[in-house]
């Protein structure tokens, strides 16, 4: 069974602060997404990541899919109360499928 | 483009009833995935459908079941509820070639099984 494990599962912070969340696996994957959804809503994709070792940036998002392509992290800098919300990664199975294996999420808070 | 529809959006149940959700994707999109979202599980893949076939399928068991018309919209269906299949429904398009393209989630169509 292939799993991903995301921590912390709850971040509190104030605005300005730094922060790293972080999606492990035993498993490879094809690709590595991430998303962020609201309450009420459903997932909304931030980025997608694919070769091993790749770092992309999002403003003050920065993600990077691990050299193995089994881990992933998503640095904020200078968090801000927009920031709050569920971070989940997600790893795609295949090409072959649009299934998506999810981590476990991130609940983040940032506090003005 | 009108996003990713999901009807209805709030639904509360019984046990032992059944249940019918429905989702419109993106026009042009052909590819329709199925979540089932809970505190406890996360996010868990239900099924996938590509050109009214079922190209995918979760570990669920067979109270839960999906199909596609020819207009690419979804449905899918949960006999003989139960108390855990609470949840937030969600469903996903995408244009359909494997590999590529992002999925677009819809909000969700929140279950509650009293």
């Known amino acids: 069974t292939q799993l991903l494990e995301q921590s912390p599962q709850f971040l509190s912070i104030q605005e300005g602060e730094n922060l790293t969340v972080y999606c492990n696996s035993s498993?490879?994957?094809?690709?590595l997404q991430w998303y962020r959804q609201e309450p009420g809503e459903g997932p909304v994709l931030l980025v997608t990541v694919v070769t091993g070792g790749e770092v992309k940036k999002l403003k003050r998002l920065t993600f990077q899919f691990g050299d193995a392509r089994k881990d992933s992290s998503l640095h904020i800098t200078a968090a801000q109360p927009g920031d709050t919300g569920l971070y989940l990664c997600a790893g795609e199975v295949s090409y072959n499928t649009d299934k998506l294996i999810f981590g476990t999420g991130t609940r983040l808070q940032v506090f003005p | 483009k009108a996003g990713v529809t999901q009807t209805p959006r709030y639904l509360i149940k019984t046990r032992g009833q059944q249940v019918t959700l429905s989702c419109s994707p993106i026009?042009?999109?052909?590819?329709v995935s199925w979540y089932q979202q809970t505190p406890g599980q996360g996010l868990q893949f239900l099924f996938e459908y590509f050109s009214e076939t079922q190209r995918n399928k979760g570990n669920f068991p067979g109270r839960f079941s999906g199909r596609q018309f020819s207009n690419s919209r979804s449905e899918m269906n949960v006999s003989t509820l139960e108390l855990g299949d609470s949840a937030l429904y969600l469903c996903?398009?995408?244009?359909?070639?494997?590999?590529?393209?992002?999925?677009?989630f819809g909000p969700g169509t929140r279950l509650l099984v009293l």
């Open positions: 498993s490879v994957f094809s690709s």
């Open positions: 996903a398009s995408r244009p359909g070639l494997a590999g590529g393209g992002t999925q677009y």
């Open positions: 026009s042009g999109h052909r590819s």
